[in-house]
């Protein structure tokens, strides 16, 4: 285990933990062994997590001086540790009492942070702490679980005199989104996890000077993500969202049905917010409630293209026509619902799609952009061309369904073994509607007013091609192009399909 000394003499280790640029990662407790947090919901496909172990636990030495564990003394271990990373700026996350401390340092040394993460973090430093009726209101959320009337009255006993190990082990049931059998083994090692004689002085009288830290937090130029989990008592959403207002660009994400531990809880739930946020490619914008997660590229006031993923996508299926027409357009690629880095809100169908499609270009001041959509995400820009005829200025169709009902309909489909990039309730959603769609959505094909491209994979796509010839037939003012490259074309056959899209105008 690597290791480094810091300001006082003390040696403190560190762990490295998967790919992509560093994330510097404070965990919580205070003073827990950072082996609690895992790989954090699967982030370390995104990042390298680079996890300091706090002085007096897992690896690193305890200080001499006890007055050292002072949560405001170990700003200085955190700079320590990113001057022997050799970072000059760096993105750092914090859990717990982990954001505490990393949110004393972003005050500190705002020029040295690039952004910040701080998860379930509770509001002492800035003067926003978790009150008792809020703690109270929290706890009543589990008010119908079987386990809740012997854990309330646990709680309730909990008194000054009530050791700190036990104290936390009867709070732990509350912690968490549900007390299942992945909750319970993760909060058995909080004990052997956690230093208990040191963690008096993380909270120690002079640690923490509010007023102060609030007026530096609004020199922080760096973005700032508060995450907090919709069934925490510390913090409750509501002081989250008061923490979020202490800095100048804060965004502030509640995941549903979470606790203190929201990577336990729902790893993908807090996988997406949190890479979406960290990569410097992606922006989110909030459609209906949702948060969907967006890539652009392109000179900001070159005509908008909007590219529209099919099932199963996201937008970096689109990364290398994207880099093309990026040359002398402004492209927008998002991730719809349910794909990708956007929320997974569970509802589903292609008017649903339709519906946010709208809301995204309405959102992005994209009104008139062309859009390009493929297979469903096709669906959904035609369904919108027809409903909302202003939105669309071009419109090009690749390999999208015309809504014949299928024969034979389609059945339940499993989901395969593996992780999949998207909610599999998309499936059976879209399937439903595939067998016995609207029969509207055909009809109004002579409402779209927008010059359209339909772009046909041929006899190798699993298409009916003679619908491809169908809908052609149907809309006002189109071109219909074949190119051999099966359901994929832009993939299969970009340079053809790129030629097909100029030679359009796009």
């Known amino acids: ?33 950072a082996v609690y947090l895992g790989d954090l919901g699967g982030l370390t496909a995104h990042r390298t997590l680079v ?39 760096i993105d750092l996350l914090g859990h717990s009492a982990g954001g505490t401390l990393a949110l004393l340092y972003a005050a500190a040394h705002p020029e040295r942070v690039r952004s910040l993460v701080l998860v379930t973090m509770r509001g002492r430093a800035v003067g926003l702490d978790t009150g008792d009726e809020e703690w109270d209101e929290a706890a009543e959320i589990f008010a119908d679980q079987p386990w809740y009337p012997e854990a309330r009255a646990a709680l309730e006993a909990i008194g000054p005199d009530t050791p700190m190990p036990e104290a936390a082990a009867i709070v732990m049931p509350f912690s968490y989104g549900r007390w299942d059998e992945a909750a319970r083994t993760h909060a058995a090692a909080l004990d052997e996890q956690t230093n ?105 006031d070159a005509p908008p293209v909007v ?11 689109w990364t290398d026509l994207a880099r093309e027409l990026a040359a002398d357009r402004r492209v927008y690629a998002p991730d719809l619902r349910g794909h990708g880095l956007s929320d997974w809100p569970g509802t589903y169908g292609f008017g649903v799609f339709r519906d946010e499609l709208g809301g995204f270009l309405k959102a992005l001041g994209l009104a ?22 202003e939105l669309i200025g071009r419109l090009v169709l690749e390999e999208a369904p015309v809504f ?37 959505w055909r009809a109004d094909l002579s409402e779209i007013t927008a010059p359209t491209l339909i772009v046909a994979g041929g006899r190798s796509s699993h298409l009916p091609q003679e619908q491809q010839v169908w809908m052609a037939e149907r809309i006002q003012d189109t071109a219909l192009v074949t190119i051999k490259g099966g359901h994929l074309v832009h993939q299969n056959r970009p340079e053809k399909f790129l030629a097909a899209l100029r030679e359009f105008g796009v």
């Open 1 to 33: 285990m690597p290791q480094f000394t810091t300001y006082d003499g003390t040696v403190l280790s560190y762990r490295t933990r998967g790919t992509g640029d560093p994330l510097l990662v404070l965990p919580g407790g205070p003073l827990r062994d």
């Open 51 to 89: 996890v300091l172990d706090p002085r007096g636990t897992g690896g690193s030495e305890a200080p001499a001086d006890p007055a050292g564990y002072r949560c405001d003394r170990q700003v200085a271990d955190v700079e320590a540790f990113r001057a022997h990373l050799g970072l000059d700026r």
């Open 196 to 300: 208990w004689a040191a963690q008096p002085h993380y909270h120690a009288e002079g640690a923490f000077d509010p007023e102060a830290t609030r007026r530096a937090l609004k020199g922080l130029t760096a973005p700032v993500l508060v995450l907090a989990g919709a069934y925490d008592g510390g913090p409750t959403p509501a002081k989250a969202a008061a923490i979020a207002d202490c800095f100048p660009h804060a965004e502030l994400v509640v995941q549903p049905a979470a606790g203190h531990f929201p990577w336990v809880d729902d790893a993908g739930a807090f996988l997406r917010p949190v890479a979406a946020f960290l990569d410097p490619e992606v922006r989110t914008v909030t459609v209906d409630g949702v948060r969907l997660a967006y890539r652009v590229s392109g000179p900001e």
């Open 307 to 317: 590219l529209v993923h099919g099932r199963g996508g996201n937008s970096t299926d």
């Open 368 to 389: 008139g952009a062309t859009v390009v959509g493929h297979s469903m995400g096709g669906a959904a820009a035609y369904l919108l061309a027809q409903r909302e005829p």
């Open 404 to 440: 014949f009902p299928l024969d034979p309909p389609r059945g339940p489909a499993e989901p395969p073994s593996g992780p999949v990039g998207l909610d599999w309730a998309v499936v059976g959603a879209t399937d439903a509607e595939l067998n016995d769609p609207d029969p509207a």
